[in-house]
């Protein structure tokens, strides 16, 4: 069965994330980024951000494993299409932040292989004070039934 526009705007239940040192480093290991910025206090200090921070991509890894979207998603369907950040203030070690994925878009595209929808999700992540801090947004190629 094919999405139609009325999943834009569903939300899953929110989920806090806490930040912490082990796993920006195990991240930042993983993608072979060893950048001080990550890890050395008083390096980080002395730059723009003023402490610690964590890698750019690192809010892909910001998910607590058991938050489900209300949609009936068949996986074999799914594709990862691309990943975008949008960052309004730098992340931190230490924050905790209340985060939500929600359906931003959904369109239609034909492909060689006929239709293909796209799925636009936005993890919105917010510090305590309720500021956005973070979205985090994954587009899924959603492909057709093959016949």
Avoid: W
């Avoid at 060893?34 to 730059?47: F, G, V």
């Avoid at 905790?96 to 060689?112: A, T």
């Amino acid at each position: 069965m094919d999405l139609d526009k009325s999943v834009i705007g569903l939300t899953s239940t929110e989920y806090v994330f806490e930040v912490e040192s082990r796993h920006v480093g195990q991240f930042a290991a993983a993608i072979g980024d060893d950048h001080p910025l990550y890890s050395d206090e008083n390096y980080a200090k002395q730059s723009a951000y003023a402490g610690l921070i964590v890698p750019p991509t690192f809010p892909i890894a910001m998910n607590d494993g058991k938050t489900k979207m209300p949609l009936d998603l068949d996986q074999r369907r799914m594709l990862h299409g691309e990943q975008e950040f949008i960052y309004y203030k730098p992340i931190r070690i230490g924050d905790r932040l209340r985060c939500q994925i929600k359906v931003h878009d959904l369109y239609d595209k034909e492909g060689k292989s006929g239709k293909m929808q796209f799925l636009k999700l936005d993890t919105e992540m917010k510090n305590e004070t309720g500021e956005l801090v973070c979205i985090s947004r994954m587009n899924i190629v959603y492909r057709s039934l093959a016949n």
